[in-house]
Structure formats: structure tokens, C-alpha cells
């Protein structure tokens, strides 16, 4: 919380991801558009804020099933894929046993990040580089694996046949691997898996069921047209449909996946700690139909938080205090009062906030500046991240441009600088534009949102400083 006072008054197995680094990982993710046969289209962008290697005790059990995946009894056996109930009957209330936004771990020692990253080129043996496991296990407390996750290993079947890995995968499988190899490694580490509460993504092996024996639910406009979904920066080839989430029955089986995937008694050995919700557009054209798909769609929202009970995390892009998740991202956080407005009501909500900056919004020293607007509000559970720009000087997790193996955020090496814990919220002074704030390491931070300047002294001596963002 900000505080004014006069001007006289301051005081997160074993192996690592191959993925493609984005520009910009998330202010537009995945979108859906009209498409008529035979057509080709490209998505507009949409402004989305508003194992052996396993061993036995990971390995994820993936082959027992007809459809989509395990339903695991309490010994953890898979007998039958059934995510959710396609008839929309109650789904089952499924809690852990000490929950992850209590195991989620926090520090003050240095800068709170997070990272959401994917490896398209991942097996189940391997989800990521040998040489990043470590670092990735250990660096980030909160980790949210994305919609590319071995998504060419899933398209080309090429999922370790010599192994003895056989039979059909999906993204789930991936997620569940890839979940076991990082805890392998830090076993505190909390990994969140992605879906979406608009695009279907039918390489999840739990989507391409449901549009099989659903067709119904497939989003179509006013027209009778079908909405079609991309698969955004990470994945610009793919083309799927999207979810009705108008309908009852679309909305429990898509708010059932969160939980199913997340409980270890129903998906025999997960070791994911809950699911982050993106949001797309449609090809709807009335003001009606969009109303009720977005009514639809935060309803469903809700309901994936509802079944996966307050035992495991559900996050959703720009969450507000109401849909009742415990995880709020945005993708366009930036050195605005509207973010430290987010941050307060996040705070004062007691939700896990992820304030995301995206290179591409400023010049060379929005991150900076949006570092330091995180600094002046941010609070235990809160995290920081940005998307890497290559023109920006700034390197992402992993190395080189666009496509390469790594889609994740960006590092600067500020994140590793002494911090400590706040000494108290953030000094607002003068016009209620300029904020300060120190740190228990001597750190201190300056931010002035009218002269659109910032300043960081870190207690190592070192200075960060933003001009004219």
C-alpha cells in the first residue's frame, strides 16, 4: 500500500527447455479470427489485459487411456481419461493437502521474478538443456510452462519410440514431465501449466476429445462462422478453434482441466501446483454475443479455481479480486499509477501478482523504469518479469533471437542485486507523482511518474536510472 506524507516526512529430474525467444512473450498471445474455407488467415493482435530420466516416482502414467488422459485412483494408478463432465454434472472438489500458494516461495534477498517459458523441441526425457535445468530450478520460485511445450515432438511422433515412450501424447504429458524433471532439481519450486480460456489448443490432448464428441462447443459468430485460434508468437503456424464458453457444459469441462491435471490422485504422480489462464479474442460481431462469451468466459474462470479448490493455484490474465483466483498477471505492467493501482488491489486482495513489462511498449529504459515502479509496490508474493526485446540491450534466459529454443522473459543484471526487505510501503511526496522507498540492504529507489524519471541505488553501490520513459 502507498502512503502520502508531506514533503517533510520520508521515510525455481534433470534437464532444461529449447524454446523460441519472443520479442515480446505476452501482450499478445493467442487469438481467434473467422476463417472460411480454404482460406488462409492471419490473427490480429489482441490486447489481452482487461521417468528413466524421470524414474519411477515422476514418470507420468499416459498411456492408460482411450482419450485424453488419467483419471488416477488414491494409489495413483491412471484407469481412464475423463476430464470433467462433458454433460455438465458437478465436477469432483479436489484439494492438496498443504496448498501451493503456501508452498510458494518468496524472497526479499533479491528482486522476485518469475518465468514462463516453453521448449517446442522438448521430449519427455528431456524438457529442457542440461546446462539451464539448474539454473531455471533454482533462479525462479514460480515457473509457468507455455503452450509450445514439445509441440513439435507432438506433431512429428517422435516422442522417444527407441525408449520404449509409445502411444498418444499430448501437451498434458509434456507439462507433467517437464513439472517432474525441475522438481527433480528443487522440489520448492512451484510450476504452473498453461491453457486458455478462449483458444482451443488441440494438440492438448483434453481438447482435441472434447471438440471430437462436442462439436457444439466450438465458438461460431453470428454468421455460423467458426472462430479460429493461433497459436500467437510461439507457435504462428498452428490453427485451431475456439471454446464456447456461452455454454455450461463447454465451461465445466475447460474448468475441469486445471484441476484434473493438477491433483496427483487423479493424474497418477503430478507434480504441476496449478494452471495460468490466457485469454484471446473471438470472431464474434455482436455486442451481445461478446458480452456473454466474456461473461461466460470469467464464470468459467471461477469455476476452474472452484473444482481445483484453494489446494492448488489458478491464475488468469488481468484477474481482478472478483473472479476469485489466486493469481493475478498482466502483461502491459509499466511505470503508470494504473499498475501500482493493480499492485495495491492485488495486495490488498491477497492474490500472487505477476507484473509483466514488455520491452516493446517503451524505449531503452522502460525496464528500468518498470523495475523500479515494481520496487515502490510491490509486496510479499508479488513477481517481476519482462519480454525480451532484442533491440532493447537487454538478453533473455535463453541465448540468441527469434526462433531459437527459448521463449521465456528476459534477464538483466539487476535481478541479483542485494535488496532486502522494505522498510516501509512507498513515501509519496509533492504532487502524489513522485514515490520513494528503501530497502533493509540499503537500497533505495526513486520514481517520478510526471518527469518520467527513475533512479535505483543499489547497496552494492551500483545505479540504475531511467530518463524520459
Known sequence: MLRRVESADRAVGFVMVLLLTLHSLHTVRVDCWQMDDGAKSVGQAVDSTGGEMLGNRHRPHHHQHEGLGPTADKRGRGNEWEYGHPDGGKGQRLEADTPAAQRLQFSWKTVPIFQQLCNPNATL???????????????????TLEHCQGYYSIQNDSIDQSQGDSGAVGMEDYFLSAASQLKFINPNLTVLFYTNSVAGLDYYRWCAQAFKEHPEWQLKNSDGDLCRSSGGHMLPSYSGYCWDQRQAPTQQWW????????????????????????????????????????????????????LAGRGYIVGAVGARPEDNVQL??????????????????????????EAHAQTELGNDGYVNASLATFLIGAYEKSYFAFSYNPGAGYHPFCDGTAPTWCAGMGWTDDFAKPLGEPLSDAVITGSGMHFERQFSSGTNVTLDLQAKTCEIRWSDGSITVCNKF
Open 328 to 353: 493475478s498477471h498482466i502483461y502491459t505492467f509499466g511505470p503508470t499509477q494504473s499498475s501500482l493501482d493493480w499492485l495495491n488491489r492485488t495486495k490488498q486482495a491477497g492474490m500472487i501478482a
Open 255 to 306: 474448468a475441469s482441466l486445471c484441476a484434473n491435471l493438477s491433483n496427483a490422485q487423479v493424474t497418477a504422480n503430478s507434480q504441476l501446483d496449478g494452471c495460468f489462464i490466457d485469454v484471446a479474442g473471438t470472431c464474434l460481431k455482436t455486442q451481445k454475443n461478446k458480452q456473454e462469451m466474456n461473461s461466460g468466459r470469467l464464470h468459467a474462470v471461477s469455476l476452474a479455481q472452484q
Open 125 to 143: 526425457k528431456q524438457a529442457f538443456p542440461e546446462e539451464r535445468m539448474k539454473l531455471l530450478a533454482t533462479r525462479y520460485p514460480l515457473i
